[in-house]
C-alpha cells in the first residue's frame, strides 16, 4: 500500500512534445494545453482527480442516480440502501424506456463487477431472461440483489480481490505510458502471451486496450479465451465465457467484466468465493421488502452520486480501477469499507504505476 505524502508529488505524463505533461494532485492542475485553456482534462482523471459541479441531491433523485445508488449499494454490501434504489428504480419500469432492461443488464454486470462468486452470475445469468419479462415478479429481482450481497466483494480480501483490483489498475496505467496504436490481432496475441507467462497485468491490459480502441471487438477477446480456457482445461475461464459471456453477449458486448474476471483467472489470478452462493429464502425477501416501503422517502446519499456515471460529486465508489482499489486500502485501514469512515485520499490512493517525480 502506498502511503507516501503525495502533496509533493507530481504524476508526469507522456506528450506528443519532448516536455512531458505533469499534474499536481494537491491542487489539481495539469500543464496540457487542455488545463491551461480551462479544460479539466484527462490527465487529471487518470490521476484520480474529478472536476466538482454543482448539483443538487433529493429525496426524488433522477433514474441514473437511483441506478448509481443501486451500483454503490451492492459495491458496499449495503443492502438496505441497494434495496431501496432498487425499488426506486423499478418505479420507472413505466414511465422511462428500458428501465427495466437497464436495472436488470446492470444486476448482471454487477455479479461481476462487484464480486467473484461466479456460481452467482452464472445462477442470474439463468435467471437473466425471465427477469426481462415485463410480467416478472419484483420479489425475484430483489432475491437477486440479496443474492449477490450475501457474498463478500473485492474490497474484502477474504476474495482474493485486492490482487484483482491492483493488476488492473496497474493494466490501465500500463496503457497510459503506451501511445501506440493495437489492431485486434495485437490484443489478441499480447492476451495469449500475457495468459503464457501468467502475467496478470498484461492479461487484463490487452482486455481494456482492446475496449479502448475505436473497433472494440469483445467477441473476439471471448472466442480467444474460451479457446485458452480450453487449453489450460481451466474451467472457471470457461464458465465466465461460456455460461454467462457468450450466452448474454448481445447484453454485454459493451462490457468487459467477465471477461477480464477469465483473463485474470487464466493468468494466475484466483478467488476463494468462485463458487461461493448462499440460499435466499421468499421469507427474508419480503422482509426486506416490507422495511423498503416503510422507510419514508430521503435525500440520496452523495456517495451514492459520483459525478461520472451521473450527477454528484463524490468519486469514492466509482467503478474505475484506481478508485476501486482506494477502496481495498480503506478496508486495509478501517477494517470495512463504509462511507461514514473519513476518507482519507492520499493514504488510500495508491500512485503505484504512474511515474512520480518530487514537486
Given at each position: 500500500?502506498?502511503?507516501?505524502p503525495?502533496?509533493?508529488?507530481?504524476?508526469v505524463f507522456?506528450?506528443g512534445?519532448l516536455?512531458?505533461y505533469?499534474v499536481?494532485?494537491?491542487?489539481?492542475?495539469?500543464?496540457?494545453q487542455d488545463?491551461?485553456?480551462?479544460?479539466w482534462?484527462?490527465?487529471?482523471?487518470?490521476?484520480g482527480?474529478?472536476?466538482?459541479?454543482s448539483?443538487?441531491?433529493?429525496?426524488?433523485?433522477n433514474f441514473y442516480?437511483?441506478?448509481s445508488g443501486?451500483v454503490k449499494?451492492i459495491r458496499?454490501?449495503?443492502?438496505?440502501?441497494a434495496?431501496?434504489w432498487?425499488?426506486?428504480?423499478w418505479?420507472?419500469?413505466q414511465?422511462?424506456?428500458?428501465?427495466?432492461?437497464?436495472?436488470?443488464?446492470?444486476?448482471?454486470?454487477?455479479s461481476?463487477?462487484?464480486?467473484h462468486s461466479?456460481?452467482i452470475?452464472?445462477k442470474?445469468?439463468d435467471?437473466?431472461?425471465?427477469?426481462?419479462?415485463?410480467?416478472?415478479?419484483?420479489?425475484s429481482?430483489?432475491?437477486?440483489?440479496?443474492?449477490i450481497?450475501?457474498v463478500?466483494n473485492w474490497?474484502?480480501?477474504?476474495?482474493g480481490?485486492h490482487?484483482y483490483?491492483y493488476s488492473?489498475?496497474?493494466?490501465t496505467?500500463?496503457?497510459?505510458?503506451?501511445?501506440a496504436?493495437?489492431?485486434?490481432?495485437?490484443?489478441?496475441?499480447?492476451?495469449?502471451?500475457?495468459?503464457?507467462?501468467?502475467?496478470?497485468?498484461?492479461?487484463?491490459?490487452?482486455?481494456?486496450?482492446?475496449?479502448e480502441?475505436?473497433?472494440?471487438?469483445?467477441?473476439?477477446?471471448?472466442?480467444?479465451?474460451?479457446?485458452l480456457?480450453?487449453t489450460?482445461d481451466?474451467?472457471p475461464?470457461k464458465?465466465?465465457?461460456?455460461?454467462?459471456?457468450?450466452?448474454?453477449?448481445?447484453?454485454?458486448?459493451?462490457?468487459?467484466?467477465f471477461?477480464?474476471?477469465?483473463?485474470?483467472i487464466?493468468?494466475g489470478?484466483?478467488s476463494?468465493?468462485?463458487?461461493?452462493?448462499e440460499d435466499?429464502?421468499?421469507?427474508?425477501?419480503?422482509?426486506?421488502?416490507?422495511?423498503v416501503?416503510a422507510?419514508?422517502?430521503y435525500?440520496i446519499p452523495?456517495?451514492?452520486c459520483?459525478g461520472?456515471?451521473?450527477?454528484?460529486?463524490?468519486?469514492?465508489?466509482?467503478?474505475m480501477w484506481?478508485?476501486m482499489?482506494?477502496?481495498?486500502?480503506q478496508?486495509?485501514?478501517?477494517g470495512?469499507?463504509s462511507?461514514?469512515d473519513?476518507?482519507?485520499?492520499?493514504?488510500?490512493y495508491?500512485?503505484?504505476?504512474?511515474?512520480?517525480?518530487?514537486?
Amino acid at each position: 500500500m502506498n502511503i507516501k505524502p503525495q502533496s509533493a508529488c507530481l504524476i508526469v505524463f507522456p506528450s506528443g512534445d519532448l516536455i512531458p505533461y505533469q499534474v499536481a494532485r494537491n491542487h489539481s492542475t495539469c500543464t496540457c494545453q487542455d488545463f491551461i485553456s480551462g479544460s479539466w482534462c484527462n490527465h487529471l482523471k487518470d490521476a484520480g482527480c474529478y472536476p466538482k459541479r454543482s448539483v443538487t441531491l433529493s429525496s426524488k433523485p433522477n433514474f441514473y442516480q437511483a441506478l448509481s445508488g443501486l451500483v454503490k449499494g451492492i459495491r458496499l454490501r449495503n443492502l438496505d440502501e441497494a434495496a431501496y434504489w432498487l425499488t426506486y428504480c423499478w418505479s420507472f419500469k413505466q414511465k422511462l424506456n428500458g428501465a427495466q432492461f437497464r436495472i436488470i443488464r446492470r444486476l448482471l454486470i454487477g455479479s461481476a463487477e462487484d464480486g467473484h462468486s461466479i456460481a452467482i452470475m452464472e445462477k442470474l445469468a439463468d435467471n437473466y431472461s425471465a427477469l426481462l419479462s415485463k410480467d416478472i415478479d419484483f420479489t425475484s429481482v430483489m432475491a437477486e440483489l440479496v443474492r449477490i450481497c450475501k457474498v463478500p466483494n473485492w474490497w474484502h480480501p477474504d476474495t482474493g480481490g485486492h490482487d484483482y483490483i491492483y493488476s488492473g489498475m496497474l493494466a490501465t496505467r500500463k496503457i497510459l505510458y503506451d501511445r501506440a496504436n493495437y489492431s485486434a490481432s495485437d490484443c489478441l496475441l499480447g492476451l495469449e502471451q500475457a495468459i503464457v507467462k501468467q502475467n496478470k497485468v498484461d492479461a487484463l491490459r490487452w482486455i481494456i486496450q482492446d475496449q479502448e480502441s475505436d473497433t472494440a471487438t469483445n467477441s473476439l477477446i471471448a472466442r480467444k479465451l474460451y479457446e485458452l480456457a480450453s487449453t489450460y482445461d481451466c474451467q472457471p475461464a470457461k464458465r465466465l465465457i461460456q455460461n454467462i459471456y457468450l450466452r448474454h453477449e448481445k447484453s454485454l458486448k459493451s462490457d468487459n467484466n467477465f471477461l477480464c474476471q477469465a483473463a485474470w483467472i487464466l493468468a494466475g489470478g484466483n478467488s476463494p468465493a468462485i463458487d461461493q452462493i448462499e440460499d435466499v429464502t421468499q421469507a427474508e425477501v419480503n422482509a426486506l421488502l416490507d422495511k423498503v416501503n416503510a422507510t419514508k422517502p430521503y435525500v440520496i446519499p452523495g456517495w451514492c452520486c459520483d459525478g461520472v456515471h451521473c450527477a454528484g460529486n463524490d468519486i469514492r465508489y466509482a467503478g474505475m480501477w484506481d478508485r476501486m482499489y482506494a477502496v481495498c486500502n480503506q478496508y486495509n485501514y478501517y477494517g470495512r469499507a463504509s462511507p461514514d469512515d473519513p476518507w482519507l485520499e492520499d493514504e488510500f490512493y495508491c500512485l503505484d504505476g504512474l511515474t512520480v517525480a518530487e514537486a
